[in-house]
């Protein structure tokens, strides 16, 4: 045992002085020390594991997560890192380390996004365990004389499997692309990567590995890198986004997630309307819920940025017909000139409201109680220095689930961007 962890702790100690090296050699490879203003939009984010889907088991989210968020600095530079932990009872992960960062060397300007992990372990004896040592995950978009760029790397030292009652085997690292079938633990799929690239950014992802388990059928996410950069940030740096449906309860007996959900671009949209329309969507039974659409659309022209997010729901209905509610919008509007930001809500409304077939209107308390079935809120509209958020109409449930759905949520602020000295 002892030999086990000194070996262990050697194993620790060499991959946290291999990150120390990799991340000098990141730095010097920026010319820009200091944070200079650029007419770029940067983002990027990476973690080490997630789980999703499936018996999701608790403490399943983002280890060693890092964002960046939207910013037009080069120069900057986020870590997080987490020695240790758990994956939900499903395996283990240790010495996990995201940094992400923006750059500019003379004329090139790039985000990028990196993961490493020393070592991950999934599964059971009873079923098959796997193995997988020294995982590396990085994205990095970029602009340069030729325009914009993405690319990705992934790379594994290691992978071994035992099947149940049997002893550890080394298995060849896949190909980026390639799956290998587990008996008895489930299948994975290595470097699995994406790029988009338009005339305004571009954008790259990686996963170093995914691994689907059999026994609960969740999909573990290992090594995760993302990185965006886009062009036209020249007054307004952008974070909205919008929402049709999204509920909560307590005891998690009911949740759904932000159903369709778009996010505003850091630098906008162009003028261009982004729209997702979904015919309906399924919040557990509470509720039946039809035609629910979010969009959004960002600007960027002489000295001022403006921009919206709305968020739709033709018609819900609750209690079996009880309760039928129609045209539910949510729509923030924000524009800034300069250091002068104005914001609305203009445009969020509530359409009818029929309790058991009569129509019903709301009181100037904009909260109408309907005994024993919800509580209706409408208009729930929250400012801060930059932005807006609304929501067109949220609903408390009396069934004692403590239910609550907001329909028709819309969230924009507009930071300002910081001038170029040069570029």
Excluded at 66 to 76: Q, S, V, Y
Excluded at 130 to 141: D, I
Aim: aromatic fraction near 4%; charged fraction near 10%; include cysteine.
């Amino acid at each position: 045992m002892k030999h086990r962890f000194s070996s262990m702790l050697a194993v620790v100690a060499a991959l946290l002085g291999s990150l120390v090296m990799i991340g000098a050699t990141s730095s010097s490879a920026g010319a820009v020390t200091t944070p200079v203003a650029t007419r770029f939009a940067y983002g990027a984010s990476g973690f080490g594991t997630l789980l999703k889907g499936g018996q999701i088991p608790a403490g399943s989210s983002m280890t060693a997560f890092r964002p960046l968020g939207c910013t037009n600095l080069a120069g900057l530079s986020r870590e997080n890192h987490e020695a240790a932990s758990p994956l939900g009872g499903l395996g283990s992960a240790s010495v996990i380390a995201t940094r992400v960062w923006t750059t500019k060397v003379g004329s090139v300007f790039s985000s990028y996004a990196k993961n490493t992990i020393a070592n991950v372990a999934l599964g059971d004896p009873s079923l098959g365990t796997l193995a997988v040592k020294g995982v590396t995950s990085q994205s990095r978009a970029f602009h340069n004389s030729t325009g914009f760029h993405a690319a990705t790397v992934t790379t594994v030292a290691s992978i071994s499997f035992a099947p149940a009652g049997l002893p550890a085997q080394t298995i060849p690292v896949p190909t980026p692309g390639q799956s290998i079938d587990l008996p008895g633990l489930g299948t994975l799929y290595a470097g699995t990567s994406s790029k988009y690239l338009r005339s305004t950014g571009a954008t790259a992802k990686a996963n170093a590995l995914k691994v689907v388990l059999t026994a609960t059928g969740t999909t573990v996410t290992i090594g995760h890198s993302e990185a965006s950069i886009g062009g036209g940030t020249t007054v307004g740096l952008f974070h909205g986004s919008s929402f049709a449906t999204k509920a909560t309860a307590l005891a998690n007996n009911l949740t759904s997630g932000p159903t369709p959900l778009t996010v505003m671009p850091c630098q906008g949209t162009a003028g261009v309307v982004r729209t997702k329309k979904l015919a309906s969507v399924n919040l557990g039974g509470q509720a039946v819920v039809g035609a629910v659409t979010s969009s959004e659309q960002g600007l960027q022209k002489a000295g001022i940025a403006t921009g919206w997010e709305r968020a739709s729901v033709a018609k819900v209905t609750l209690g079996g017909g009880q309760l039928v509610i129609s045209g539910i919008v949510g729509k923030a509007n924000v524009t800034r000139s300069g250091s002068r930001v104005k914001s609305s809500a203009t445009g969020t409304t509530v359409g009818t409201i029929l309790i058991n077939g009569q129509t019903a209107a709301f009181p100037e308390t904009g909260i109408l109680a309907i005994p024993g079935v919800a509580t209706l809120e409408r208009s729930i509209v929250v400012r801060t220095r930059t932005g807006i958020s609304v929501v067109g109409l949220r609903i408390t449930l009396l069934d004692g689930t403590g239910a609550v759905i907001d329909l028709g949520t819309a969230k924009l602020s507009i930071d300002l961007a910081q001038r170029p000295l040069s570029h």
